[in-house]
């Protein structure tokens, strides 16, 4: 069975500090990597995307992948309330053909902002 | 450029009852996929198609149908509704069926329960 692992809070923090959130997975062969968040009552939308070992940074986000270790990040630096959601932690199905580009989800993870 | 739409966003259903949810993409993607959210369960998937004319099963798949009627849409069909389909059920969409670089879409999910 793949998983995808997530600890699933709350997680919160003070308004300006950074957030930092985490994910593992089982499937040695997933090569994309994916952190979608989701306000309550929304659906979820992508805020970074990775695919090599690494740091990646789009503004204020961070996302760090370590292949050998199986492990996916997600730094939120300079937090704001806005940023209070539930971030999905998301990995490509390894394989062949149609599935290849399935995703497996984690449950999540709540951030919560403290103004 | 509407996106991932789909119809209806709230649905009430007595046990046993039929219905069909309905998504369409305006964005030429190739592949389409149904979730069901669940508290405490996460985007568990249901079916997918990789391709137009091509569907197949996902993680949860027992007691819905799916067409793919063309390549803009896909629809979910609850044959006789039970209270365990109780969910919140989102549409995808993504680009391409072979390049593992492409997300994931999200449309804004329809809201059912049955009674």
């Known amino acids: 069975q793949k998983e995808v692992e997530q600890n699933s809070g709350p997680l919160s923090v003070p308004e300006g500090a950074i957030a930092s959130l985490n994910c593992t997975y089982s499937?040695?062969?997933?090569?994309?990597f994916f952190w979608y968040r989701q306000y309550s009552g929304k659906s979820p939308e992508l805020i970074m995307s990775i695919y090599s070992n690494g740091d990646k940074e789009d503004g204020r986000f961070t996302a760090q992948l370590n292949k050998a270790s199986q492990y996916v990040s997600l730094l939120i630096r300079d937090s704001q309330p806005s940023d209070s959601a539930t971030y999905l932690c998301?990995?490509?199905?390894?394989?062949?053909?149609?599935?290849?580009?399935?995703?497996?989800f984690g449950k999540g993870t709540k951030l919560s902002v403290k103004p | 450029n509407a996106g991932v739409t789909q119809t209806p966003k709230f649905q009430v259903l007595k046990t046993g009852q039929s219905m069909t949810l309905q998504c369409a993409q305006d964005?030429?993607?190739?592949?389409m996929y149904w979730y069901r959210q669940d508290p405490g369960m996460g985007l568990r998937l249901i079916y997918y198609s990789a391709s137009e004319g091509t569907t197949d099963k996902g993680e949860v798949p027992n007691g819905y149908n799916v067409s793919r009627l063309n390549k803009r849409e896909f629809s979910l069909r609850l044959e006789s509704a039970a209270p365990s389909q109780t969910s919140v059920y989102f549409c995808?969409?993504?680009?391409?069926?072979?390049?593992?670089?492409?997300?994931?879409?999200f449309g804004p999910g329809t809201r059912l329960t049955v009674l």
């Open positions: 499937d040695r062969g997933s090569q994309s």
């Open positions: 998301a990995v490509n199905e390894a394989g062949y053909g149609g599935s290849q580009g399935n995703l497996i």
């Open positions: 995808a969409s993504r680009a391409q069926r072979d390049r593992i670089t492409d997300t994931q879409y």
């Open positions: 964005m030429n993607h190739n592949s």
